[in-house]
């Protein structure tokens, strides 16, 4: 075997392939041009050459984690909705009224790039502090092509300079904008015929979302801005059935979409439909427990079904001001009572997969060397702790961030 440019050595290894920990004991890592060439027991180790070596004694190697559901690039907040909401208002009554996401679309119209730059910066900051080594953004704050477009831009400019991999989502159907009201067919006609063309010509978006809900977008209107995002050859995902059951989940299957998103309200035969297509349910519970809701994800569903299953932030000003990854694996284990290995697959492999991304998430041969370090006694603690930080070193393509 070639050199290793750098051998992590002497460490406890989930490897989480096949969503297991799948534990190597007192284990090694072998990188070469970035990915990983060997891993296995220390006392397996091939006999050649190490550029570098790392002994990490009592710590352990994970994948790095992967936020696979965020709106990181947005203006001002909604501390004061959040307020209304506490003393009795509900999130579609702000959102009807003209609050909700719109707020937050008039102030991230508002505001300039750079101001964009810098607060969103300080978010994915937070997320690479945790361990994150990939993280999907989307768009969905503009709602007209100059914004919209601007947001993917300040999402790809953040990944270069934080050395992170952001994946990239153009989510133009998350609400009809003011000037549309009561027109959102000739909303999604922009969304489709101008929108996504000019965002798929400059390479903005890796994926398209929409959100499926009687206060945002029917499911025709998602056909068809599925129908449009297929002939630009981009994937699809979908926020479905976050406060209703609008068959959100069975339609982003219809659509073979990566993942559906939330998923509260879905049904039986919507678990079927993802199972059977193949697509990821992605649990937010930090959305879940903003918005004070009761209803509970189809959990033993999406296990009896085999339905992969992926925790994110859903880092956003509205339903989820919540900018930690950690806090979301805590929170998906003790309000929605995920184990904490269901939990480490949800924001390893499983979203990997959410994002469409095979060449990481594992620890595996051949795999990029995207990994992190701990200084923990189990990856149980990973779920466990709420509020601390253990990680020591986070890589990604096999260089130290
Ligand atoms: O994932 N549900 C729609 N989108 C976000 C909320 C966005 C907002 O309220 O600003 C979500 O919960
Ligand atoms: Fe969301």
Redesign the pocket.
Known sequence: MPAFDLLLADVDVATMVDGRYSVIADAGVGIIDGQIAWVGAMSDLPANDVASRISLPGQWLTPALIDCHT?LVFAGN?SAEFEQRLGGASYEDIARAGG??MS?VNATREARRDTLIEQTRRRLVILRSEGCGTVEIKS?YGLNVDVECRMLDVARTLGVESGLSVINTFLGA?AVPTEFRNRSDDYVDLVCNEMMPAIAAQNLADAVDA?C?PI?FSPDQVRRVFDCAATLNLPVKL?AD?LSDSGGAALAAEFNALSA??VEYTNQPGVEALAAAGTVAVL?PG?FLTLGETQLPPLGALRANGVPVAVAT?C?????PVCSIRTAMALASSVFRLTPEECLAGVTCNAARALGLADRGTIEVGKRADLAIWEIGHPQELSYWLGSNELTALYVAGQRL
């Open positions: 709106h909604r909700g996401i937050t969905g998350h959100y809900e945002a926020h976050q998103d939330h937010l959305a859903d956003n000003p509205g339903t989820s």
